[in-house]
């Protein structure tokens, strides 16, 4: 049976490297125009006069498109190489990303955030399949920690100075066609580097990752079989949903506390945030260096219940410390607390490996029901926060509720096995 480049070596090789850190700048592109869209807001309120509830829009759209297409597309798409699966991406969001400095209104704007996201679901869950494709099977952990720790420098540079660059150009315009350059260049570069990848991955992606070698070839499954068992991959592996409800859990607490957190300190403790960005920058500077940990964690941490219940309990500690923050250090201390938590995601990412006789299209679909829970929480944190507060008059009532909710995430990770059945090669 095929295999694919990476299968059988012991170490990825550079091309590798590369190939897999420039997907996750990919990814960190698109999510800063999502999850640093606050950094633009001022500006293009100002400009072009948009309500708040046309702010609201503009950012559910984002995490919303994310929550409803990426099962669906990791199914459709799970059959493509995901080389070329990524190249159509980002041929197809540049000009998103750049149209939506050019938006004269409202809507313009929402079709191109829209758009754009509706490409990113596309190629995000094509992730574990780049990685089975291109890394070393035990590598997977340490390429995955070293893309979370590039990410965390590109979004804490890019949280910390947005707002002086937008101020220095004096336009978010050209902030936006910045970031739309950026994208264009990581497609040029990732047409050179896939240039003379093989073109079928069919076989291989096929291929059982962990347990025993059993696996059927294409020819033995027809289309419809393939699909029927990519999704009855979610009913197989109920653990993927105990994932799914930990990065709910995160990513609610996450954005959340990022988008009131200036607020309460300001109105409820008496602490002016003039330097805001520096200060949720914190959220990333420890996972520069913290990144590589997660390598670690997978290698050492054998008990998979307690490796996953640990950042649960950090973020769920962290979140609280943040709320009761009476100062910007005590503040820095908790967001640099729920920082280290994601210090675990990479193992956590690596997980679905080690399920019993899973098919590599078949981890690509239960990273999508993960990123699925992520991004409802994204979206939804601040909503449900909100909705709380206008009902409590209390905006510290309703963050307190969405920090507590975490709480949820230690109770999934204490219904997961010790270990999983099967082995990654």
């Keep these: 049976m095929a ?75 799970a059959r493509f190489n995901p080389n070329y699966r990524v190249l159509v991406g980002l041929a197809l969001m540049t000009p998103f990303l750049f149209t939506q400095g050019l938006a004269q209104g409202f809507w313009t704007l929402l079709a191109s955030r829209f758009l754009m996201v509706l490409t990113q679901a596309g190629m995000t869950p094509a992730r574990p399949l780049l990685l089975r494709w291109w890394a070393a099977p ?68 096929d291929a059982v990752v962990a347990g025993d070698d059993r696996a059927d070839t294409d020819e033995q499954i027809d289309r419809d079989q393939r699909t029927s068992t990519l999704v009855g991959a979610l009913i197989r592996y109920p653990h993927a949903w105990l994932l799914g409800v930990v990065m709910l859990c995160l990513s609610a607490s996450w954005t959340t506390v990022l988008t009131f957190l200036p607020i309460i300190l300001e109105t409820e403790r008496g602490v002016a945030i003039s330097a805001g960005s520096i200060l949720f920058g914190f959220l990333y500077y420890v996972l520069v260096p913290g990144g590589m940990f997660g390598s670690w964690i997978f290698n050492h941490i054998t008990n998979r219940r307690v490796m996953v219940m640990l950042p649960a309990l950090l973020n769920l500690l962290s979140t609280l ?27 956590m990412e690596i997980l679905p490996f080690e399920f019993r006789d899973i098919r590599t299209r078949e981890v690509s679909v239960i990273a999508g029901l993960v990123q699925t829970f992520g991004a409802i929480g994204f979206g939804g944190g601040p909503v449900l926060a909100g909705a709380i507060a206008q009902s409590a008059n209390s905006l510290v009532a309703g963050v307190l509720v969405v920090g507590a909710l975490t709480g949820l995430a230690v109770l999934a990770a204490a219904a997961l096995p010790r270990r999983f059945e099967g082995r990654l090669v």
């Excluded at 299968?7 to 960190?28: C, K, Q």
Aim: proline share 5%; with cysteine.
């Design 3 to 77: 295999q694919p480049p990476a299968a059988s070596a012991n170490r990825t090789s550079p091309r590798g490297w590369t190939v897999l850190l420039l997907n996750r700048l990919h990814y960190s592109t698109v999510v800063l125009a999502s999850f640093g869209f606050g950094l633009f807001l001022p500006f293009l309120q100002a400009d072009l006069g948009l309500s708040y509830l046309q702010i609201g829009l503009l950012q559910a759209v984002a995490w919303g498109t994310s929550a409803v297409c990426l099962v669906p597309f990791s199914v459709l798409f």
């Design 138 to 205: 035990r590598q997977y952990s340490t390429v995955t920690a070293v893309g979370l720790s590039l990410h965390s420098a590109f979004m804490a540079a890019a949280l910390t100075f947005s707002p002086i660059i937008i101020v220095v150009l004096n336009s978010w315009r050209l902030a936006y066609f910045l970031q739309a350059g950026l994208l264009g260049i990581h497609l040029l570069a990732w047409a050179a580097l896939i240039r003379k990848a093989p073109r079928s991955l069919e076989e291989s992606a």
């Design 321 to 347: 410390g943040a709320l009761l923050a009476g100062n910007e250090f005590l503040a820095a201390v908790a967001l640099t607390g729920m920082g280290m938590a994601w210090v675990f995601v990479p193992a």
